[in-house]
């Protein structure tokens, strides 16, 4: 059972920063936040994950609430391309598996 | 560095026939975990594999299905008798492992899957 919660979907303007929430109220303190998003039936794609700390990469940002109960992942600068679905996963990486739940469609308009 | 990769692509099967999807995971990654998303559908977890062994295999249904991990060679994972209800694709991930504390190598990187098709 997916231990997120996210919006169904939202929608961005190309070129715009698109940040999307995440709700885990009832993570643990060894279990980390991971991003993943799938385009269009494609293999999931890796973003970024973190801690307690905020995290960044040349894809994303993540910002994680000092009580861990959400984060946001922020694209900076979003383009056509970035239009998928994006999930929110918290897991230990600690002999288990990613629980994917409904993730939030992200749609960039031109 | 290749990434994940996964054979066949494409996949048709007869009802009845035997499909074998084979998953490459990237170098030196020693955990694999095969996912299945029907159409319109989510990612459901299958099964989580080790070298030579099944760490969870709580997502496989009971009958047909089956996955290895052999010691040399890809991770194969076997559907016998295959029904139209198999359809789907199949996705198969690695990562390193595990190191506490920071996280670091427990990211797991997916291939691009097998569509298997029964017709």
């Known amino acids: 059972d997916a231990k997120t919660t996210q919006p169904t979907s939202m929608d961005c303007a190309e070129g715009r920063a698109a940040n999307l929430p995440c709700n885990h109220s009832?993570?643990?303190?060894?279990?980390?936040v991971y991003w993943y998003r799938q385009i269009h039936s494609q293999g999931p794609q890796y973003i970024i994950h973190?801690?307690?700390n905020n995290e960044t990469n040349e894809m994303a940002s993540l910002i994680i609430t000092e009580d861990r109960k959400s984060s946001t992942l922020i694209l900076p600068h979003a383009t056509l391309r970035d239009t998928a679905v994006y999930y929110c996963?918290?897991?230990?990486?600690?002999?288990?598996?990613?629980?994917f739940g409904k993730g939030i469609t992200l749609s960039v308009r031109p | 560095n290749a990434g994940v990769m996964q054979n066949p692509r494409h996949l048709v099967r007869r009802r009845g026939q035997e499909a074998r999807l084979r998953c490459s995971p990237m170098?030196?990654?020693?955990?694999v975990y095969w996912y299945r998303q029907l159409p319109e559908e989510g990612l459901k977890f299958m099964v989580y594999l080790q070298k030579e062994n099944i760490i969870d295999e709580s997502g496989m249904p009971k009958e047909r299905f089956s996955a290895e991990f052999p010691k040399e060679g890809p991770s194969i994972l076997r559907i016998q008798q295959v029904v139209r209800g198999d359809s789907a694709a199949y996705f198969c991930?690695?990562?390193?492992?595990?190191?506490?504390?920071?996280?670091?190598?427990?990211?797991?990187?997916f291939g691009q899957g097998t569509r298997l098709t029964v017709v």
């Open positions: 170098k030196g990654h020693s955990h």
């Open positions: 009832t993570i643990s303190g060894n279990e980390y």
């Open positions: 973190g801690l307690k």
């Open positions: 991930a690695s990562s390193l492992g595990v190191h506490q504390g920071l996280g670091i190598g427990t990211e797991a990187f």
């Open positions: 996963i918290v897991y230990t990486g600690a002999n288990s598996k990613l629980t």
